[in-house]
Antibody
Framework: EVQLLESGGGLVQPGGSLRLSCAAS????????MSWVRQAPGKGLEWVSA????????YYADSVKGRFTISRDNSKNTLYLQMNSLRAEDTAVYYC???????????????WGQGTMVTVSS | AIRITQSPSSLSASTGDRVTITCRAS??????LAWYQQKPGKAPKLLIY???TLQSGVPSRFSGSGSGTDFTLTISCLQSEDFATYYC?????????FGQGTKLEIK
């Protein structure tokens, strides 16, 4: 079964850091680009970042550029999101998502994790 | 960045109704558009990709159309399990922006 499982969320103070992880199983992880999408409480979906299967290409939303870093370890089938200089407006459920076409970064997300909550508050 | 304007933001309908949700892109995106369904407390679920291709396992009462800048999601005969929030997303260029969402409620 194809599965994504996020972890690492929690409560952090403004200006703090957090690293999210997304463990993948049931597919050839290195063949697929991956992404992070977040959803603030009661709000809509916001695309955050994406990374190619090899890790050689990355993209970021303007709202997180320079503060967040996406990476992956294909030997561990794990996606990461390093979040620095966190702000109250980063409070959200963070989902990892798999692009459905192998080796392509311009397509839809067919598999989503269950999400992990990040709360930025003093 | 490409802006996606989704309408309406909310919609009340009854079981058996036909409903349509619209997304408009700020510039042409060919057919690089997906539709997702999200239920409370759950992750989104892919319904349609490439503007009109139904994802495997999605009921045929869902359909998508459009290309360029204007797109629609139609649910032909609402079932109780269809009451949820729907989002469109463009993946023509980064950032892969989402529409604001449409909450479909029972009348």
């Amino acid at each position: 079964e194809v599965q994504l499982l996020e972890s690492g969320g929690g409560l952090v103070q403004p200006g703090g850091s957090l690293r999210l992880s997304c463990a993948a199983s049931g597919f050839t992880f290195s063949s697929y680009a991956m992404s992070w999408v977040r959803q603030a409480p009661g709000k809509g979906l916001e695309w955050v970042s994406a990374i190619s299967g090899s890790g050689g290409s990355t993209y970021y939303a303007d709202s997180v550029k320079g503060r967040f870093t996406i990476s992956r370890d294909n030997s561990k089938n794990t996606l990461y999101l390093q979040m620095n200089s966190l702000r109250a407006e980063d409070t959200a459920v963070y989902y990892c998502a798999k692009y459905w076409v192998p080796a392509a970064m311009f397509n839809a997300f067919d598999i989503w994790g269950q999400g992990t909550m990040v709360t930025v508050s003093s | 960045a490409i802006r996606i304007t989704q309408s309406p933001s909310s919609l009340s309908a009854s079981t058996g109704d036909r409903v349509t949700i619209t997304c408009r892109a700020s510039q042409g995106i060919s057919s690089y558009l997906a539709w997702y369904q999200q239920k409370p407390g759950k992750a989104p679920k892919l319904l349609i990709y490439a503007a009109s291709t139904l994802q495997s396992g999605v009921p045929s009462r869902f359909s998508g159309s459009g290309s360029g800048t204007d797109f629609t999601l139609t649910i032909s005969c609402l079932q109780s399990e269809d009451f949820a929030t729907y989002y469109c997303q463009q993946y023509y260029s980064y950032p892969h922006t989402f529409g604001q969402g449409t909450k479909l409620e029972i009348k």
